[in-house]
């Protein structure tokens, strides 16, 4: 049997814009195959003016991080201040703003392992708080994934969109030791 490749973590930088819209290509074609068109549409990140920008600016914010097995990157997480429109914390944090995997390494623990290098960074930056947000289906398969990693749902909220429905969130938080 073939042991399966480590999980390995790499600050990103300038050049990885490429790499961020590659793994959201990924996801938005994974969600488009089974139906889950809400959360990012189904439209390729690397054609939407709007998300290169985004990774070119994740790319060059200074807290960007991939997850690489055997060399190549399979996940991706950015962390930094709170978007505009969650509600504030009250407290010092640490935000999740990005984590994206590539499907294809799917139940090998990416996005645990990338969820567990922003607690440390936290950690690190004396911050006892981290939180994130993500999409709210019916059935909220991607809030219980952050459930699984310790995190406790806190503020739902919803962003309007113009032109486009309504995106509702879930803002999730994990507390530090």
């Given amino acids: ?10 600050p ?15 996801a938005i ?10 959360q990012w549409g189904t439209d390729p990140a690397s054609t ?6 985004q990774a070119e600016g994740y790319a060059t914010g200074g807290d960007l991080w991939f997850a690489e097995i055997d060399g190549s990157a399979v996940g991706a997480l950015v962390v930094g201040a709170a978007t505009e429109y969650v509600p504030p914390a009250t407290e010092p944090e ?15 623990g ?15 930056r004396g911050v006892g708080l981290l939180r994130v947000d993500c999409f709210r289906s019916p059935d909220r398969a991607l809030v219980r994934f952050y459930e699984g ?14 032109g ?12 530090l030791d």
């Fill in 48 to 53: 939407d003016e709007r998300r290169v920008a």
């Fill in 94 to 108: 640490l935000y999740v703003n990005l984590l994206v995997t590539d499907r294809a390494y799917a139940g090998r």
């Fill in 164 to 175: 486009r429905p309504p995106w509702p969130g879930q803002v999730l938080a994990r507390r």
């Fill in 149 to 162: 990693c310790g995190f406790t749902a806190t503020d739902p909220f919803t962003v309007t969109r113009p």
């Fill in 1 to 10: 049997m073939t042991e399966r490749g480590s999980i390995t973590i790499r």
């Fill in 12 to 26: 990103g930088g300038p050049a990885d814009a490429p790499i961020v819209l590659r793994l959201f290509d990924s």
């Fill in 110 to 124: 990416i996005g645990a392992r990338l969820l567990a290098h922003a607690a440390e960074l936290a950690r690190e």
């Fill in 29 to 38: 074609a994974w969600l488009a195959e089974r139906g889950r068109t809400e």
